[in-house]
């Protein structure tokens, strides 16, 4: 399942549901927290990640209700980034302000045709608790999401109750580097959607190319170092050519998830290109960078793609480079030596770390084997 088969969902038979009474305040109060189509964060794949184990549950979403379609800020299970709002499930959940609970989808008559029923994802249980910035107004909802009939116990809606609330208050609190909401800040929603990659729900090269220039000026303004990191997949090409390009697509996934929950909130990554992501990490001594990055390399050799098959492991190669902008050093040739960093990390037996500072700092490089 992807976003293009998500984006032609339709179906004459689907009960829509009605627009809330305050829809135009509504839509205002979503637009003005800047989130639409923005990278995917830790703090919120977390809250969704708790849900699907708390529950037991596939799939767990944080779906924002917009004009004309729903989209996810978070979403556990499936790799779509958005559905039309005319069969969105959480369309119907913000008429209310109570949970909306469906124990089986197909013995309801709002839901029994709807195409996300009756094809894939098999929607049968569903709850969905709204989403509230302010007093009925309610954007989106916290949803958990099971192909088999089920009931919801007290325990379980006091657990998402309380998940709700902290996606409100998440959803309230400004937890990116400055750069970070420089850029989204500037930025219309049609320009921020065109600087976001598909597949992982990271910035784009684009996008990342925006966001260094940015972290790069600032990191020179405070006197601060700044670490460029480059990596991508072991034998990538071998991957790909044996399982198929869809496992290979679901490894680079995997990578910006355990990526983001390694990084720091202040940290920022983009997909450089194909199986290559480019890393930024502001303020950041060259042995944190190692440590950082070497909890990332582990915790992939340590998480194989779950296959019919049998596991499938993977790893990475990572190179860094570490420089003061003041010491004359220009982006262009800093990401170059990241990139050859990343390239003796391979040479090297690959499954590697190599972080190296500009000699102005003192020559160092650190090496990680397995």
């Given at each position: ?33 800047r989130i639409l ?129 902290m996606v409100e ?193 003192r020559s160092e ?6």
């Amino acid at each position: 399942m992807n976003n293009k088969y998500f984006a032609e969902l339709r179906s004459q038979d689907v009960t829509e549901a009605a627009l809330p009474k305050n829809e135009t305040e509504r839509l205002k109060a979503l637009r003005a927290l800047r989130i639409l189509d923005t990278p995917i964060e830790e703090r919120f794949e977390r809250i969704t990640r708790i849900v699907c184990r708390s529950l037991n549950v596939p799939i767990s979403a944080i779906s924002l209700v917009d004009e004309e379609r729903q989209w996810f800020k978070s979403i556990q299970g499936i790799t779509a980034n958005e559905t039309p709002r005319s069969v969105a499930f959480c369309a119907h959940a913000i008429l209310q302000n109570e949970p909306l609970i469906i124990e089986d989808a197909t013995k309801d008559d709002r839901f029994c045709k709807n195409p996300l029923v009756t094809d894939a994802p098999i929607i049968r249980f569903y709850a969905g608790f709204p989403i509230s910035i302010s007093k009925d107004v309610r954007i989106g909802t916290l949803c958990a999401i099971d192909n088999k009939p089920r009931e919801i116990t007290l325990e379980q809606l006091e657990i998402m109750d309380d998940l709700r609330k902290m996606v409100e208050s998440e959803l309230k609190t400004v937890a990116l580097s400055s750069a970070h909401i420089q850029l989204i800040s500037e930025l219309a929603q049609a320009e921020r959607a065109a600087l976001i990659d598909p597949l992982t729900q990271l910035w784009n090269r684009r996008g990342g190319e925006q966001l260094l220039q940015r972290e790069w000026l600032l990191a020179k303004l405070h006197g601060h170092q700044i670490a460029l990191v480059m990596l991508d997949i072991d034998h990538f090409k071998t991957v790909n050519d044996t399982y198929g390009h869809s496992l290979g697509d679901t490894a680079i996934r995997q990578v910006a998830k355990v990526m983001i929950s390694v990084l720091r909130a202040s940290d920022a990554i983009c997909r450089w290109g194909g199986d290559e992501f480019l890393c930024i990490l502001p303020n950041c001594q060259a042995s944190n960078v190692f440590q950082i990055l070497e909890r990332a390399r582990n915790a992939i050799e340590n998480c194989p793609i779950v296959t019919p098959s049998g596991d499938i492991s993977f790893t990475l190669s990572i190179g860094a480079f570490v420089t003061h902008p003041s010491d004359n050093a220009q982006i262009e040739g800093c990401i170059k030596q990241a990139d050859a960093a990343m390239y003796e990390a391979k040479m090297n037996g690959r499954n590697q770390i190599v972080v190296k500072q500009s000699s102005i700092n003192r020559s160092e490089t650190e090496v990680c084997a397995e």
